[in-house]
């Protein structure tokens, strides 16, 4: 009896293909495009991290090899009609099959205007950096009395610099007989605080380099200095890769506590990326990366917690405890960046959960803790960092504020990159709109501080009322309508955006920066009352839409508190700075210290005054209340 195999031969699943970057990954039947995009590392725009909220990880399938899973329900909602020509939502969309998928540009990562300017608050930095370079000349070995090479070099040390006990890891011990046995004269040693040898140079090394990290939630910045001159050699900035998985910190703890590897793989990114803008800096220097024999890393707690690997998914629950509060000194090798080979990594202090390093470096920056007269400081973002004080005392909160500064949660917003509504003016008789753009092209969506200044507009020009209704009386003009999500105000005819659809600002959007500038003001609210409700003459602000928004727009928003008495200055990215102070002043990482310790952190969620505040200052005081004459 004869046996025949009748197995199916089997029918390879097809990729599907995104275009335009023509990456390709095979379905799985379970995974959305979104995740198959993350996959891919096609740059895909997902703000919420694929949690169904933002909207905007629109594609188009423009093409398929089987049947497409009908639209959801919040399908329809955002995308309405144009389900008809082929789009849909990422993070709703599971394909079973091959197709060809389009990123539309205004759905594609652009890149982002990062701030690496220093503060206008510089001041002069004694150079005392932790590493320095001892060059000497080490005696050949002798028969008569031999000694080994690590002896003969440490006996040097002594003798030229009194230095005594110096260690030494394995992983410079392996470099130590080639070093000494170059055939060049003598060998320059970079000695850590005068107790332990973190490079070993033949010759004579003028000198040594360290990098400043400026560790954001959205952007990251490298400084590579010299530590011998305090010369500043290249400053390279990037996007935080994590973004892929989400625009904010709670969507990435989330992500950690949700996926098995979720933490390893964030970490992976940031570490890949700080090795970018190393291997970058270094090559735009003309210097060997070895060379660098130091580094500092500021951040915000959860940036710091990934970073080094540590759990973070507390930090998201009250009472939100970091799991460590001190600065920490740890080898580079151990965190897997790649400068030399027993260099250490710096990490300046944090202060709460939601009050990172990178607060405590803007204090340093800008002196606010050796001042006289009390200073407001904050910083602008999806958790707004404010702080209020002088030398006599530091208060410190976190605001909540959202992701509106960002234009995340805004029908057209967006981060600031080439394209983005910057600025808007609004003529106060026609309500036409005049609008410029980062790099002065063909508007793709609004960035923060484009927000706030067409919000600053709709207010002087009667659109926007006191409570944030939009002014329905002004009919009139066309650019005021009814719309899908309520009443909206043109900013730009579908003509003249890139989109080809007319730009909004919506009821709703207006609604979420209310709710934002309003968590700022209350936050900055509380801690001038709990300070004594001291006069102060400045306000500091810090980070990207802190030092593009126009001052006079964020009074009229209501900002924060005392905007019509108080100076608005733009502190540039005081984090970075200061955390290039520490690298080139050792003194500077204790002063960070200090002021963590002196600093006295407010829980807003615990303050009943915060949400008293929060309510009272919804409101825009500046604006014309015709709702109030009925």
């Known amino acids: 009896m004869t046996i025949h195999d009748h197995k199916r031969p089997v029918i390879p699943v097809l990729p599907i293909v995104f275009l335009p970057s023509q990456k390709e990954i095979h379905p799985n039947g379970h995974s959305t495009l979104l995740e198959l995009a993350r996959e891919a590392r096609v740059p895909l725009e997902a703000p ?50 091959g197709a060809s998928v389009v990123v539309p540009e205004g759905s594609q990562h652009r890149p982002q205007v ?64 080639q070093v000494l046995r170059s055939g060049r004269k003598g060998v320059t040693a970079a000695i850590r605080d005068g107790k332990e040898i973190v490079a070993l140079r033949p010759g004579r090394e003028e000198h040594l380099y360290g990098v400043a990290f400026d560790v954001g939630t959205t952007t990251v910045v490298a400084f590579l200095l010299d530590l011998v001159s305090g010369e500043k050699r290249a400053v390279i900035p990037a996007m935080n890769p994590q973004i892929a998985v989400g625009d904010d910190v709670i969507t990435r703890i989330s992500f950690c506590q949700e996926r098995p590897n979720g933490l390893d793989h964030l970490r992976g990114e940031m570490v890949s990326c700080l090795n970018g803008l190393v291997a970058e800096a270094a090559a735009e220097s003309g210097i060997d990366p070895d060379l660098i024999v130091e580094a500092t890393v500021v951040g915000n707690t959860a940036m710091h917690h990934l970073f080094t690997g540590l759990d973070p998914r507390y930090l998201s629950m009250a009472p939100y405890p970091p799991v460590l509060q001190e600065g920490q000194s740890l080898k580079a090798r151990d965190l897997g960046i790649h400068i030399g080979v027993s260099a250490y990594v710096h990490l300046l202090p944090v202060k709460a959960g939601f009050v990172g390093s990178d607060t405590m470096a803007c204090i340093l920056a800008t002196r606010l803790h050796k001042r006289k007269s009390p200073a407001l400081l904050i910083d602008l973002g999806t958790n707004g960092e404010i702080v209020f004080g002088n030398r006599d005392r530091i208060l410190c909160c976190s605001t909540a504020a959202g992701p509106a500064f960002e234009g995340g949660h805004i029908r057209w917003g967006m981060r600031a990159s080439p394209g983005a509504i910057d600025r808007i003016r609004i003529d106060p008789d026609t309500l036409n709109v005049t609008w410029q753009t980062i790099g002065a092209e063909r508007p793709f969506g609004i960035c923060g501080s484009g927000i706030i200044s067409a919000a600053a507009e709709m207010i002087r020009t009667g659109i926007i009322l006191s409570r944030g209704n939009l002014n329905k009386t002004l009919k009139s003009s066309p650019r005021l309508r009814e719309g899908e999500d309520g009443w909206e105000f043109v900013l730009a005819w579908a003509g003249e955006t890139a989109a080809g659809q007319d730009m909004v600002l919506t009821q709703r959007d207006v609604a979420e920066l209310q709710m934002a500038k ?78 963590a310790q002196k600093a006295e952190y407010v829980e807003l969620a615990a303050e009943t005054r915060f949400q008293e505040l929060f309510v009272e200052s919804m409101w825009f005081a500046s604006a014309r209340d015709f709702e109030d004459d009925f």
Request: glycine share 8%.
């Open 114 to 177: 990062i701030l690496t300017s220093e503060t206008q608050h510089a001041y002069p930095v004694r150079l005392q950096p932790h590493v320095r370079p001892c060059y000497v000349e080490v005696p050949e070995p002798s028969l008569d009395a031999l000694l080994a090479d690590r002896e003969r070099l440490l006996m040097a040390l002594e003798k030229a610099y009194r230095l005594r006990s110096l260690q030494m890891d394995l992983f410079l011990l392996r470099r130590l007989p």
């Open 518 to 595: 309003s968590a700022v003001y209350a936050g900055a609210a509380v801690l001038i009352e709990q300070y004594g409700d001291a006069p102060f003459r400045e306000i500091l602000l810090a980070g990207a839409c802190g030092n593009y928004v126009d001052p006079r727009d964020a009074c009229t928003i209501d900002l924060f508190p005392n905007c019509l008495t108080a100076k608005v200055v733009g502190v540039g990215n005081a984090a970075g700075h200061g955390a290039c102070l520490a690298l080139l002043d050792k003194n500077k990482g204790k002063e960070a210290e200090r002021i």
């Open 48 to 97: 919420c991290g694929g949690k169904h909220v933002c909207g905007k990880c629109t594609v188009i399938v423009e093409s398929a090899k089987g049947p497409l899973p009908p639209p959801s329900d919040r399908e329809k909602e955002v995308l309405g009609d144009l389900i008809q020509i082929g789009y849909r939502l990422a993070c709703e969309t599971v394909l079973t099959c």
